[in-house]
């Protein structure tokens, strides 16, 4: 009964390959993230969609591409993998949109470590 | 734009030690703040939170009081324990951004 849940945990993979992370949650939530965290455990917001819309959009290359097929998935998949993409990558969840959503708090899965050598 | 400044780490306290990790706040309008925690190898959890001015949040012995007059939210401990090893993130949110800031972390070592 994981609320957010990640898969892989871990991902290693070669430079110039193309891979997907997907993200599930159960709590109901209409608004998911991704955040990408680097070595310094920094976090930076990359991507967000409410009810299957992207809402936010960072500056991102667009080999980063987030797709939503409903509002309980969120998964994120990466074009032609560098080096610099290795990072600790979380799928976050949260309430509402609009008045009130300030109030509520993101709900993050466990990560997924990705390892690009 | 929105930013948070976390006092710089590591941290490294003795069990019992009372424990500070300072934050300041800067927002576009009217935020609310939050404390997380992220445990070794795991992902972050929400430690605390308080949604206006004057309002203290509290959890496992922490808290912080948000305090518009200086843009803080300072987080607190009276008595830390090893397990409260790890690091804490100070962030916002402000009405009618859909993004949660972070600031950049600071690391909490306990030793026995």
């Known amino acids: 009964d994981t609320a957010v849940s990640q898969t892989p945990k871990y991902l290693v993979t070669q430079m110039g390959n193309d891979k997907s992370i997907k993200c599930e949650q159960n709590l109901g939530h209409d608004t998911m993230y991704w955040y990408k965290q680097d070595s310094k455990k920094f976090l930076k917001i990359m991507f967000s969609y409410n009810n299957k819309e992207l809402i936010i959009n960072e500056t991102v290359p667009n080999r980063f591409s987030p797709k939503s097929p409903d509002k309980a998935h969120l998964n994120l998949h990466i074009n032609s993998l560098e080096l610099g993409d290795s990072a600790v990558y979380f799928c976050?969840?949260?309430?509402?949109?609009?008045?009130?959503?300030?109030?509520?708090?993101?709900?993050f899965g466990n990560g997924t470590r990705l390892t690009v050598t | 734009g929105d930013s948070v400044t976390q006092m710089e780490g590591p941290v490294t306290l003795s069990e019992e030690a009372f424990l500070t990790i300072n934050c300041t706040y800067t927002a576009t309008g009217y935020p609310s703040l939050f404390w997380y925690v992220q445990y070794p190898g795991e992902g972050l959890q929400l430690l605390l939170k308080?949604?206006?001015?004057?309002d203290k949040g509290s959890n496992k012995g922490f808290e912080a009081t948000y305090r518009k007059e200086t843009t803080s939210f300072h987080l607190e401990k009276g008595s830390v324990q090893v397990s409260d090893s790890a690091v804490y993130f100070c962030?916002?949110?402000?009405?009618?951004?859909?993004?949660?800031?972070f600031g950049t972390g600071t690391r909490l070592t306990i030793i026995p």
């Open positions: 976050a969840s949260s309430h509402y949109r609009g008045y009130g959503s300030y109030n509520s708090p993101l709900h």
């Open positions: 962030a916002l949110r402000v009405f009618g951004n859909e993004k949660l800031t």
């Open positions: 308080a949604t206006k001015a004057d």
